[in-house]
């Protein structure tokens, strides 16, 4: 540090490379962090808000004559809403990024797991299910683009299987995507419902031996592939009305083959 007078210190001025030009010519359409975790608050159905800790993406666009953005920016705006992120956040967020960061665009990216209460069929003893739901959610200018996406694990139990052989039938884990854009909020609850009714037999934290019986049973009752899975949820989502578009995904881990099933329908329900 320099000295200006007798005791004065004046602290040196230091280079701002990421504001020089950048003569490649290149618009960044996202730039920023990934992988920052932090703690949020979520709608719950039932007990109204639910505490959990999410990993987060936060992006902006960057013009072409910018060589790089100001990292240490997109923290500054996160915690600037305090210890914990109300979803209720999430717009001013984004146009605070494009102000801080002076951006035409941003993004933002919140992934965390989400706990339910499930009682077992039978025995109904209660435990905790978890499942991952993320928000992404987008800023131009002053208009808001919001997804919310929700991974579910079920059963899923195969009909041919069942239909050649003289015992049983094989089955597997399968995940389920499923992804919305709606016209209101669509309660996390609702996704998930909609996804376990849709499969041979919905999965449960807490199993009895009378509720292994009864969910082994479901499932050899209700025989899907995954292309009646995903036609499953499909009827459900275009059956919602506030919901405008949808992307369901199953993928089946198959226990007989050394590679797994998968399906997809992306529509747009509704304007």
């Given at each position: 540090?320099?000295?200006?007078?007798?005791?004065?210190?004046?602290?040196?001025?230091?280079?701002?490379?990421?504001?020089?030009?950048?003569?490649?010519?290149?618009?960044?359409?996202?730039?920023?962090?990934?992988?920052?975790?932090?703690?949020?608050?979520?709608?719950?159905?039932?007990?109204?808000?639910?505490?959990?800790?999410?990993?987060?993406?936060?992006?902006?666009?960057?013009?072409?004559?910018?060589?790089?953005?100001?990292?240490?920016?997109?923290?500054?705006?996160?915690?600037?809403?305090?210890n914990?992120?109300?979803?209720?956040?999430?717009?001013?967020?984004?146009?605070?990024?494009?102000?801080?960061?002076?951006?035409?665009?941003?993004?933002?990216?919140?992934?965390?797991?989400?706990?339910?209460?499930?009682?077992?069929p039978?025995?109904?003893?209660e435990?905790?299910?978890?499942?991952?739901?993320?928000?992404?959610?987008?800023?131009?200018?002053?208009?808001?683009?919001?997804?919310?996406t929700?991974?579910?694990?079920?059963?899923t139990?195969?009909?041919?299987?069942?239909?050649?052989?003289?015992?049983?039938?094989?089955?597997?884990?399968?995940?389920?995507?499923?992804?919305?854009?709606?016209?209101?909020?669509?309660?996390?609850?609702?996704?998930?419902?909609?996804?376990?009714?849709?499969?041979?037999?919905?999965?449960?934290?807490?199993?009895?031996?009378?509720?292994?019986?009864?969910?082994?049973?479901?499932?050899?009752?209700n025989?899907?592939?995954?292309?009646?899975?995903?036609?499953?949820?499909?009827?459900?989502?275009?059956?919602?009305?506030?919901?405008?578009?949808?992307?369901?995904?199953?993928?089946?881990?198959?226990?007989?083959?050394?590679?797994?099933?998968?399906?997809?329908?992306?529509?747009?329900?509704?304007?």
């Open positions: 540090m320099s000295r200006t007078g007798k005791n004065k210190l004046v602290a040196p001025k230091l280079d701002d490379k990421q504001s020089e030009r950048d003569h490649r010519e290149l618009r960044i359409d996202k730039v920023g962090v990934r992988g920052l975790r932090f703690p949020i608050q979520v709608r719950d159905r039932t007990r109204r808000v639910q505490d959990t800790v999410a990993t987060i993406g936060m992006f902006v666009d960057l013009p072409k004559e910018f060589k790089g953005t100001h990292m240490s920016r997109f923290v500054e705006v996160l915690n600037a809403h305090g914990v992120i109300h979803v209720e956040n999430i717009n001013d967020i984004l146009h605070e990024l494009q102000a801080k960061l002076h951006s035409a665009t941003s993004h933002l990216e919140i992934e965390f797991p989400y706990f339910m209460s499930k009682k077992s039978v025995s109904k003893k435990s905790l299910m978890d499942y991952v739901a993320r928000f992404d959610a987008a800023a131009c200018g002053k208009e808001i683009d919001f997804v919310l929700v991974k579910v694990n079920v059963t139990l195969c009909p041919c299987s069942k239909a050649i052989s003289r015992f049983g039938a094989h089955n597997q884990r399968g995940e389920v995507t499923v992804a919305v854009r709606s016209k209101k909020v669509v309660w996390i609850e609702e996704v998930i419902a909609m996804i376990e009714a849709s499969a041979s037999s919905e999965l449960y934290a807490l199993l009895k031996r009378q509720d292994e019986k009864a969910v082994t049973e479901r499932a050899y009752e025989p899907v592939f995954v292309e009646d899975l995903v036609r499953n949820v499909a009827l459900r989502l275009n059956a919602h009305k506030l919901i405008s578009w949808y992307k369901v995904e199953a993928e089946n881990y198959e226990s007989i083959h050394n590679h797994n099933a998968y399906a997809c329908i992306e529509k747009k329900v509704r304007v």
